[in-house]
């Protein structure tokens, strides 16, 4: 079992920035693919991005050259740093972390993200 705590969310005004964070309960080093995904009132969650132990990432379009995902293996944390935020980016943001051995999930409790002026 691993448990994901996050952290950052908050209310920001169109324009600004916002970095999310996410601390793992276990190393994450090698055998984990970490993402972030959202989840706005009357949508289906959908994925941000993700980033594999080899630092490879992906991201959504509509996120692509605003957001950027990263790793410290170290800490065992993964940030999503998002900057030109806009009012389509509020929703609850969940850390997502899969262990592509056993192909299992762990979710983060979600932390609010609201872009309004």
């Known amino acids: 079992q691993v448990r994901l705590v996050e952290s950052g969310g908050g209310l920001v005004q169109p324009g600004g920035s916002l970095r999310l964070s996410c601390a793992a309960s276990?190393?994450?080093?090698?055998?984990?693919?970490m993402g972030w995904y959202r989840q706005a009132p009357g949508k289906q969650r959908e994925l941000v991005a993700g980033i594999r132990s080899s630092g490879i990432t992906s991201y959504a379009d509509s996120v692509k050259d605003r957001f950027t995902i990263s790793r410290d293996n170290a800490k065992n944390t993964v940030y999503l740093q998002m900057n030109s935020l806009k009012p389509e980016d509020t929703a609850v943001y969940y850390c997502n972390c899969r262990n592509v051995v056993i192909q299992e999930d762990y979710w983060g409790q979600g932390t609010q993200v609201t872009v309004s002026s």
């Open positions: 276990t190393r994450i080093a090698s055998i984990y693919v």
